[in-house]
């Protein structure tokens, strides 16, 4: 079992930065990619950034390129989301989530996931 605790989120005005950490803990050997999903309000899911953790790539959906940054301290066993440039459409809940098959282990298909965060709440105001 894998089991990942988000950290608070908040809220910011348009242009501000907001850093999201993601613990996780259990059988951490079993996963091979990382991902950041968000629900923005009345929306679906939709996958944001990835880290394929035996290379350490990093994926980004292009709505979000260039502004977030993935990362990951392996001695805390957490990963970060640093969200700069933050516009209101990114308003959304946020989720981290571990995927364990080596292929499409940073596939935007939410299902492909079997662990989930309990999720946190980004807010970004004009």
């Known amino acids: 079992q894998v089991q990942l605790v988000e950290s608070a989120g908040g809220s910011v005005q348009a242009g501000g930065s907001l850093t999201l950490s993601c613990v996780v803990s259990?059988?951490?050997?079993?996963?091979?990619?990382i991902s950041w999903f968000r629900q923005p309000p009345g929306k679906a899911r939709e996958w944001v950034a990835c880290?394929?953790?035996?290379?350490?790539?990093?994926y980004y959906a292009d709505s979000v390129k260039g502004r977030f940054t993935m990362s990951r301290d392996n001695a805390k066993s957490t990963v970060y989301l640093q969200m700069n440039s933050l516009k209101p459409e990114d308003t959304a809940m946020y989720y981290c989530?571990?995927?364990?098959?080596?292929?499409?282990?940073?596939?935007?298909?939410?299902?492909?996931?079997?662990?989930w965060g309990q999720g946190t709440q980004v807010t970004v105001s004009l």
């Open positions: 989530a571990a995927a364990t098959r080596t292929d499409g282990a940073c596939g935007d298909w939410a299902p492909g996931y079997p662990y």
């Open positions: 259990g059988f951490t050997r079993s996963i091979n990619g």
């Open positions: 880290i394929f953790t035996p290379d350490g790539s990093k």
